[in-house]
């Protein structure tokens, strides 16, 4: 629709373990922009015209903005930790909106239909009530209490368990996940997924997490997660239509909907539409 | 005394490498995966996986042999080694000719790795390529493969050679099955659905991210039976 | 000659012999995605497809008993349309306004049928023809017949093909350009004459691309 609103947020639009000095172009929200190294060993981003954008370096990636972004990048406390194994997952390109690949992210219920055996499996598929808010003060959606039975948690989970999840929403096309960890009770992993908007119906996915483990290889790590997102993407290809419907009555929620109807809810709170389709057709 | 498993430089997003860990898995072979960072990572361009394979590809079984180490890095290759060693029945009757098309079905699957795979890298991890070009190859493949699996279901074979699978299914199944991925629709193939299908139902089959668990063949958990509803 | 106005609502969608029982494939009307199944019992239907709940092309789904699921979340629809259950819920019964649309579909002659009208007729009649394989080519109708050589009659055209008497009904695949073709041949056709029609289908939509795109008049 528009990408008024969305303009001046923070987008990830390339890993920093992969700056190269010649950069490399990429699109955001339509316009070709390139990412390179400069000289002084920092990420610069630029237009194809040359006039150079905002650029900050956290969390693995390099973020960019086509407008003025009033805040800085939002923070993932947790991330920072020491002890923490932080992990660059990489780049998948899917052929859909960037606001339903993040609605996706927030989803449990297709855990047993298309992450079978591995994040879910019949006949666990029920969804119990957890809590959804939109706190007003940070301005993100937050689920908590969000449980799950699931076959095999993580790389480092053997047997089934019932797993807790927390869901975060900090800027449109970026959402947090806190999940127990099986090797430190008491802590939460971080997984999170970051989406850089290539237009409103195409975008590169760059998971990305921050985990207790200390035994599992990093390379493990990296096809476990590539291996959930690339089930995800089959259903994402195929969603119609391709963009997310922010107006009620396109598509049908249920209880265990109730992150994606506050994320929605939000999104039009802000006129973030970019990627969004408001009048169903 | 058993010996080792073979060892299989695996990547979890690689078709190629998939074909090896769903023959293992049809096989009841045991292999030893080790994965490879090949996304974001560039291993398998890296010294030591280009020590075993200068090409700089996987997948690369090694695996334990009378003479020391084998080392193969076609997929093909390690298909038939792999049912040879324990799954003899995917490598045809040994009639002449059926060894003959097995031999076709290998070859040809080689275009869809070019076509097919091709076009999924570009669309999927950015690799540079002729995406108009690699459909259009792609699609001409299909429409062979469908054409064939056609005049194979007039002969009641549900397969590539004969009504049971062999080597020539496994080597073409997964980049076919994961032509979508490239943006490559596979609507218009109704033969190559029902042998997609039929691989799908194999006991031991295994699934690779694309390619959803066949939930047809489990009954629904939820279905109550009517006693127990009082 | 099949009567024109049956041809008009009734579309030929696929072959039966393509949809086994306990499962599901995409088709099209003209302005339609459509997921036709077939249930265990025999039974074929089509409905939009599109799952109400988050979109997703029904036609990825899965068939299990009489009932098609979607494959995002597991969404079980009945014949009627109606959804039937929602596995994030297992003690809920969906209300009944939660269902998705419906065509009606009929067999005949080894083919699906589906039309979007309430007051369609009959489904066409094909005596003496039998569905023996659907293909993609990307061609008009008429470039179609001519590389034939056959008489193009609305969405019929008939003709020989690998020596063999054979009907072609042209349906839209979605695809702009690109019809979607059903062989027919005489039902009492030999495994043979089957092969020879089949390889000749590949020779005539082969000729037909061709001409299309170097221009050749139809």
Redesign the interface.
């Known amino acids: 629709m528009s990408r008024d609103a969305m303009i001046d947020e923070w987008y990830p639009v390339g890993l920093l373990s992969q700056l190269l000095p010649e950069g490399r172009e990429t699109l955001l929200m339509g316009e070709t922009i390139r990412v390179s190294l400069g000289a002084d060993g920092r990420a610069k981003v630029a237009t194809t015209a040359g006039h150079p954008l905002p650029v900050t370096e956290r969390y693995g990636h390099v973020w960019s903005s086509l407008g003025q972004p009033a805040r800085p990048l939002f923070d993932i406390p947790e991330a920072e930790h020491p002890g923490r194994r932080l992990v660059d997952v990489g780049v998948v390109r899917v052929r859909c909106s960037p606001l339903r690949a993040v609605e996706n992210f927030l989803d449990i219920a297709h855990f047993p239909f298309v992450h079978t055996d591995i994040l879910g499996a019949e006949p666990h598929t029920e969804v119990e009530s957890y809590k959804v808010e939109i706190r007003e003060e940070a301005d993100e959606v937050w689920a908590t209490q969000v449980k799950f039975y699931q076959p095999q948690a993580a790389k480092s989970a053997s047997g089934g368990i019932t797993t807790e999840y927390m869901y975060r929403v900090p800027a449109p096309t970026c959402s947090v996940l806190y999940k127990t960890c099986p090797p430190r009770p008491g802590e939460w992993d971080v997984i999170t997924l970051f989406v850089q908007p290539l237009t409103e119906e195409l975008c590169d996915v760059w998971p990305w997490m921050a985990l207790y483990d200390d035994d599992t290889p990093m390379t493990d790590l990296i096809h476990f997660q590539q291996m959930i997102f690339l089930q995800d993407r089959s259903i994402l290809e195929n969603q119609i239509p391709r963009r997310l419907p922010l107006d009620p009555g396109m598509e049908i929620p249920t209880r265990a909907d109730l992150t994606s109807v506050a994320y929605r809810r939000w999104l039009k709170r802000h006129g973030f539409t970019y990627g969004a389709q408001l009048v169903a057709q | 005394m058993t010996s080792p498993s073979p060892v299989l430089y695996d990547?979890?997003?690689s078709p190629s490498c998939y074909k090896a860990r769903l023959m293992a898995a049809l096989a009841g072979v045991r292999l030893a995966l080790r994965?490879?960072?090949f996304?974001?990572?560039v291993?398998h361009r890296g010294p030591e996986l280009l020590a075993l394979n200068p090409a700089g590809s996987i997948p690369i079984l090694v695996a334990p042999d009378a003479d020391g180490d084998l080392i193969l890095t076609e997929s093909a290759a390690i298909l038939v080694y792999l049912a040879s060693k324990a799954a003899p029945a995917f490598l045809g009757s040994g009639k002449p000719a059926e060894s003959a098309r097995i031999q076709q079905w290998l070859a040809f699957s080689a275009r869809l790795t070019a076509s097919l795979g091709g076009a999924r890298l570009h669309?999927?991890?950015?690799r540079p390529g002729d995406l108009a070009g690699l459909r259009a190859s792609g699609i001409a493949a299909l429409?062979e493969l469908?054409?064939a699996l056609?005049?194979q279901?007039?002969?009641g074979e549900a397969f590539l050679v004969g009504n049971r699978p062999t080597v020539a299914d496994i080597a073409c199944f997964p980049y076919v099955a994961l032509a979508?991925?490239g943006?490559v629709s596979l609507?218009?193939y109704?033969?190559i659905?029902?042998w997609m299908?039929a691989v799908r139902a194999l006991e031991g089959f295994i699934?690779m991210?694309?390619i959803?668990?066949?939930?047809?063949l489990?009954?629904?958990?939820?279905?109550a039976p009517a006693t127990a509803e009082a | 000659m099949m009567p024109l106005e049956s041809a008009l609502v009734w579309t030929p969608v696929a072959l039966s012999a393509d949809l086994p029982a306990a499962s599901v494939i995409p088709a099209r009307l003209a302005d339609a995605a459509l997921a036709v199944w077939r249930a265990q019992d025999g039974t074929v239907s089509a409905v939009a497809d599109r799952c109400p709940h988050r979109g997703m092309r029904l036609s990825h789904g899965f068939v299990r008993g009489e009932a098609l699921s979607c494959i995002y979340h597991g969404w079980r629809y009945g014949k009627s349309g109606r959804c039937l259950a929602i596995p994030a819920h297992p003690a809920l019964t969906p209300p009944e306004t939660i269902r998705v649309a419906t065509y009606r579909a009929a067999e005949r002659d080894g083919i699906v049928w589906v039309t979007a009208s309430q007051e369609a007729g009959a489904v066409p009649a094909h005596d003496g023809f039998l569905g023996l394989r659907s293909v993609t080519v990307a061609a008009s109708p008429a470039r179609l017949a001519a590389s034939l050589g056959g008489t193009l009659d609305g969405s019929v055209i008939d003709g020989t093909i690998g020596g063999v008497t054979a009907r072609l009904l042209l349906a839209s695949s979605g695809e702009e350009g690109v019809l979607l073709v059903h062989l027919l041949i005489a039902s009492g056709a030999a495994d043979a004459g089957k092969i020879a029609a089949s390889r000749a289908l590949e020779g005539l939509r082969r000729q037909a691309e061709t001409a299309t795109i170097t221009g050749e008049a139809a």
């Open positions: 990547y979890i997003l994965p490879v960072d996304h974001p990572g291993e669309e999927m991890l950015h429409r469908e054409a056609f005049e279901r007039l002969k979508p991925d943006g609507d218009a109704p033969s659905r029902l299908r699934e991210p694309g959803h668990r066949l939930h047809e489990k009954p629904d958990p939820h279905e």
